[in-house]
């Protein structure tokens, strides 16, 4: 069993910056994937980023890319999400997810997901 905690969300104005924070906990998962998933009101749940926790390989979607960064503390079990110039569109309920088959930008594929934390971007 593998536990994620989200925290970091919060409100910020268009331009500003957000860091999310996912402590993981549980089973070993040196072969996990982690991902960063969000979903605003009335939509589908949609893929933000993703890395593989053995072989480093990142994985944004494009409409982060090149603002969104994730990371990884080996030491602290814990996975990031750098948000810089945020949008409006950006305002969702952001949750991190784990899991070991692939198919990074699936959300299905992922086994183990967090309870969520809110961003909300304001213009």
């Known amino acids: 069993q593998v536990q994620l905690v989200e925290s970091g969300g919060g409100l910020v104005q268009a331009g500003g910056s957000l860091r999310l924070s996912c402590a993981v906990s549980?089973?070993?998962?040196?072969?996990?994937?982690m991902g960063w998933f969000r979903q605003a009101p009335g939509k589908e749940r949609e893929f933000v980023a993703a890395f593989s926790w053995s072989g480093g390989s990142t994985y944004y979607a494009d409409s982060v890319k090149g603002r969104f960064t994730i990371s990884r503390d080996n030491a602290k079990n814990t996975v990031y999400l750098q948000m810089n110039s945020m949008k409006p569109e950006d305002t969702a309920v952001y949750y991190c997810a784990a899991q070991t088959t692939g198919w990074v930008r699936v959300a299905s594929r992922y086994d183990y997901w967090g309870q969520g934390t809110q961003v909300t971007v304001s213009s």
């Open positions: 549980g089973r070993t998962f040196s072969s996990y994937y």
